[in-house]
């Protein structure tokens, strides 16, 4: 176990490698040039060459992407060009929103998603599985923004029932939980879909299965027979689906924070991209990569605790 | 071996599977009896209804599409298409097991083998769950997995196949089952393991007393391991007797040609023997004997009326209009 951790966690490094890289580049093809942000509008030709002096910016890309690396590894990812604040500060203040908020979306649309999956397998065919199907397509065709819009507009403009600007203390007060409520619904929403499809069909993969006559055999009850024995096995690569829906979710987090105004690392990066904040940009960048990439790990754990077979 | 008593019997059993391509008569009409501590054997080739005619008595056919369309199947006298699904819950895995023919897929991968026969005792009523581990454990003793102990936590991909249907026994005769169903038991497992599975269930039945029917489409097997036999063919019973009056004088023309088929090791022969011709697709309606078109004795009659299944010698049922048939002819 300690030692296939160990081998994820290795495995990850060149894909942190390459995030940086990537990082890197992508913020020199973008328009707008740090000396001059940093320099301000007004600012004279000379104290522009001279910062751009200073931050290393005239020297070739294949160096200053050295830099930043050296850097980057002693846990210094620079000042903001804005704030002038150093940048893990402001990332240390924006990933506690980011985790919550992914937490509240996943600890009931996963679970919701799974029960909506189990249930249209049980009752294949009938109304119930439509309707659940029918949902969760309409949960992967809207946007994100537009689930979002939509329900501003029904719980926090019609019915005035919960709040749907910024984060209000953490998520276990009173107001933290109406603060996070909108947002933690708009973003499940994209995840109950897929998740309830792939249950759906896995579960019915599973049921047809040898084992599972052999469970009928026994003289279970139909409940334990798909509890115990269908839905167990099904879940594995529903739990697949859901690491290779995690790059979703963090995409998703970005334009929900963005609507919300949740103060996360997804508009912080937007806000830096907006004002060619480059630091603070690939500190976010850098972020979520390695969410990510904690996001895999975990499922590659739950991976093995569900099915024996990959431990060893 | 007409017998007062039987544990089970299965009477003009009617089974159909309604599919897209039409009405699927997979078991149509069959009787047989088992006695009690008395092992059976169902012969014949794929789709001939041999393993519907079992999961039927477990009642574990998918309804819709299966459909019992006629007969009854009587355990201890009572009729199981009338039991409710609580009650046939109860017989399932209690007083009847059942093993598989897959055992490298018939256990659930995710739970060790000591909790996939607790969950069946626990199921059945010993719900003390420090009981159940051991006799759980005792079980896989008794069908020979060596360390049991040790083994009883293992996942099922850490045993080979032949342990694997040793499991599959323990399973089925956790709860001391009078009936004990094994749809084709030993055909994955390679030879020397399928005599020793076959040697195990026959010293398991003896020593419990269960009945047993065993399902093969292996002639070897059923000359081994049974005391009467049932061959089908297509759905239907086509001959039924004692084990050594069936293999001493075939009646039906198909159990004569399913014999010859079988290699032989005192002969020395370039080509294997078959039966001419393949079975009636299945969604045909025949109204005679379903083996008449690849018989070589067929005659109008056969074509035209199906053969009722008649005593011809003592025990010795079979369903040939030219029945009894002599040595020379076969």
Redesign the interface.
């Known amino acids: 176990m300690l030692a296939m951790l160990l081998r994820r966690i290795g495995l990850s490094i060149p894909v942190l490698l390459g995030v940086m890289v990537f990082g890197f580049l992508l913020l020199q093809l973008v328009p707008g040039d740090p000396a001059v942000v940093l320099a301000g509008p007004t600012a004279p030709p000379e104290v522009v060459e001279e910062i751009r002096k200073s931050m290393g910016l005239d020297r070739p890309l294949v160096v200053q992407f050295w830099m930043y690396f050296e850097r980057v590894l002693a846990g210094d990812f620079g000042r903001s060009m804005i704030s002038n604040k150093p940048v893990t500060e402001e990332l240390a203040a924006a990933i506690g929103p980011t985790v919550e908020l992914m937490l509240a979306c996943l600890i009931w649309s996963i679970p919701l998603g799974i029960a909506m999956g189990t249930l249209a397998a049980m009752k294949r065919g009938t109304l119930v599985d439509r309707a659940i199907m029918a949902l969760s397509v309409a949960g992967v065709s809207l946007p994100v923004f537009f689930i979002c819009l939509l329900l501003i507009q029904l719980f926090g403009l019609t019915f005035r029932w919960l709040p749907f600007v910024g984060r209000e203390g953490p998520v276990w007060t009173l107001e933290g939980l109406r603060h996070i409520a909108l947002p933690a619904l708009s973003l499940g929403m994209v995840f109950i879909g897929p998740v309830a499809r792939m249950t759906r069909s896995s579960v019915l993969e599973v049921l047809k299965l040898d084992h599972v006559r052999t469970a009928r055999a026994k003289g279970l009850t139909e409940r334990a027979v798909v509890v115990r024995h269908a839905l167990r096995n099904a879940l594995i690569p529903v739990v697949t689906l859901v690491g290779l829906q995690a790059g979703y979710l963090l995409g998703g987090a970005v334009v929900t924070e963005t609507i919300f105004g949740w103060p996360g690392v997804g508009r912080l990066a937007v806000g830096a991209i907006l004002s060619s904040d480059f630091t603070i940009a690939q500190g976010c960048i850098l972020t979520m990569a390695l969410t990510f990439i904690a996001i895999n790990l975990i499922v590659d754990i739950l991976y093995s605790v569900l099915d024996p077979r990959v431990q060893k | 071996m007409p017998d007062a008593d039987p544990l089970l019997e299965v009477r003009d059993l009617h089974v159909h599977f309604h599919t897209d391509a039409g009405l699927f008569r997979a078991v149509d009409g069959i009787s047989f009896s088992v006695p009690r501590g008395k092992t059976l054997g169902i012969v014949g080739e794929s789709g001939c209804g041999k393993s519907v005619t079992s999961l039927a008595i477990?009642r574990?056919l998918a309804q819709p599409p299966a459909r019992y369309a006629g007969g009854d199947i009587l355990f201890e006298g009572k009729s199981l298409l009338k039991l409710s699904e609580a009650e046939m819950?109860?017989?399932?895995?209690?007083k009847i097991?059942?093993i598989?023919q897959?055992p490298m897929?018939?256990?659930?991968?995710?739970y060790t083998i000591a909790d996939q026969i607790i969950?069946?005792l626990r199921?059945?009523g010993m719900t003390d769950r420090a009981r159940a581990r051991a006799r759980a454990i005792e079980m896989l003793k008794m069908v020979g997995l060596p360390s049991p102990e040790k083994r009883a936590d293992d996942?099922p991909?850490q045993l080979s196949g032949g342990q694997r249907q040793r499991v599959?026994i323990a399973?089925?005769l956790a709860n001391d089952p009078q009936l004990l169903i094994a749809d084709e038991p030993t055909t994955a497992l390679d030879v020397t393991i399928q005599a020793q599975i076959l040697a195990l269930m026959r010293d398991l039945s003896a020593r419990t007393g269960a009945s047993v029917v065993l399902i093969t489409h292996d002639l070897g097997v059923v000359a081994e391991t049974c005391d009467e036999v049932v061959v089908m063919y297509a759905g239907n019973v086509v001959e039924r007797a004692p084990v050594a009056s069936l293999f001493e004088a075939p009646q039906h023309p198909y159990t004569i040609g399913l014999m010859a088929a079988v290699p032989r090791i005192d002969t020395t022969s370039d080509r294997l023997e078959t039966i001419p011709g393949s079975v009636p697709p299945p969604y045909m309606l025949i109204p005679g004997c379903k083996f008449a078109s690849r018989c070589p004795l067929a005659d109008g009659r056969c074509t035209a009326e199906r053969p009722p299944l008649r005593e011809i010698a003592p025990s010795h049922f079979v369903a040939c209009w030219q029945a009894p048939i002599e040595e020379a002819t076969r």
């Open positions: 477990m574990l819950r109860k017989l399932r895995g209690g097991g059942m598989f897959e897929t018939s256990l659930n991968p995710v969950e069946s199921a059945h996942f991909h599959m399973l089925a």
